[in-house]
């Protein structure tokens, strides 16, 4: 078993990382939130303000805006937005411990992976389901949900010791999580949530719960659903109808105020992940011999915002 996690590091400390890491500060354990500076100075200054549901506070949590942070790292949680996890790997693979382990909280379904095509160290995914956002400076305010299912593509004896540390780890700071045998699945259960919805959201500025009152999006949800269905199983990927749409229905009942990263991102004139969501269901689908026009049109229509604000 690897030695005890003492030292936790955010790597990417945005909403997501800011909520997790923020929990984990409270519950009295040594983090630091590495994230950009205007974040860093209003942590320094008055702590992270954690607007949560059962609790507003601020929350004394060391934070930074160098990488040199993950040099004591048992566990580092890896937050940066998925196009950017290859370069934030290169600047951290001379700098990180050996056993230390990398768990990706990020949105779609191959970060791991490619975490571990940069770094030798171990890289465990997470299905995360939580709805956050930033408040302001050093503000992470959470709407709904905040668990976790970690899981890893090897289930040696060895891993499966880790996924119990990190498990109880998270448990003992109140975030439930769960370690799964296929996290694979898992993965992408949550990543048809991701590509039923964050562009629509997106597109619209829209909430969840406001969309699913519409019956022409109900629609588009169910037509986006059975083109990802289609793509899965050709991923070998065994998710039955009933179960997605199940799912679908869920999210929009427990995160009913969220709006997607992805409106978020457009919202504040930043890149958004749609490459790794709906981008990543047309090019599977493309390799496949298959046709997603509506996952195509999603992906195109983000695409175009997304130029007009880099303009």
Known sequence: MKKEIKRIVVLGAGAVGCFFGGMLARSGKEVLLIARDNHVQAIKKNGLFMECQSF????AVDA???????????LILCCVKSPDTERAMREIKDLIKPDALILSLQNGVDNAERISQVVP???IAAVVYV?????GDGHVKHFGRGELIIGSADQS???SSELKQICDLFLSANIPCTASSNIRRELWLKFLVNCSYN??????QITYGEMVQQESIQQLIKDLTTEFLLVAHHEN?????????????????????QRSSTAQDLMRHKPTEIDFLNGLIVRKAKEHGLNVPNHQAIYALVKMLEQKNHD
């Open 56 to 59: 507003q506070e601020h929350v």
């Open 64 to 74: 930074s805006s160098s990488m040199e942070g993950v040099a004591d790292a048992d």
């Open 121 to 123: 160290n171990k890289a």
């Open 131 to 135: 709805a956050t956002g930033m408040g």
């Open 157 to 159: 004896e060895n891993v």
């Open 199 to 204: 562009g629509i959201s997106a597109i619209g």
């Open 237 to 257: 990927i065994n998710l039955s109808e009933d179960e997605a749409q199940m799912v679908n229905e869920q999210i929009a009942k427990t995160m009913a105020g």
